[in-house]
């Protein structure tokens, strides 16, 4: 009786040390994501692509984004859910995932039409904008 009480403490004392004491899911603070991205690096499909140098992101209260990435400018709604950015309407739907955000970064990949894109941007502040 005496080794099974082991057994179960001993049983019990490694799933604790086993558990986790960081939160579920990615939670994105919308605050943290507000203000003017501007794009400094992307992969299309694995390789480095110029073509979307001029692409940024600008995030509002309340839901909204202003970007280019569909090559002219245009207001979308967004939704954030954990670490997913969900364009609900625009010309280019798409899902981000966002990997990692800070104060001046933030890395993002998608899929659209099929094909992987994996972008970075830099915070702009607003006194920096023309």
């Known amino acids: 009786m005496f080794r099974v009480k082991l057994l179960l403490f001993t049983l019990s004392i490694s799933f604790v040390a086993c558990t986790s004491n960081e939160p579920e899911g990615n939670e994105i603070s919308p605050e ?3 203000g003017h991205w501007d794009l400094v690096s ?6 480095a692509t110029e073509t979307l140098n001029t692409t940024f992101f600008e995030f509002h209260s ?3 984004m202003i970007s280019n990435l569909a090559g002219s400018r245009e207001e979308i ?3 954030l859910s954990g670490n997913i950015l969900k364009q609900l309407d625009g010309r280019m739907p798409a899902d981000y995932e966002i990997l990692e955000i800070n104060d001046s970064l933030l890395h993002v990949t998608m899929v659209l039409r ?3 894109f994996d972008l970075h941007f ?3 502040s607003s006194e920096n904008l023309n």
Do not use: D, H, M, S
């Open 114 to 116: 099929e094909i992987p």
């Open 42 to 47: 992307a992969k299309r499909n694995g390789q």
């Open 32 to 34: 943290i994501l507000q």
């Open 77 to 79: 709604q967004y939704e």
């Open 62 to 64: 309340e839901g909204k």
């Open 122 to 124: 830099r915070k702009v």
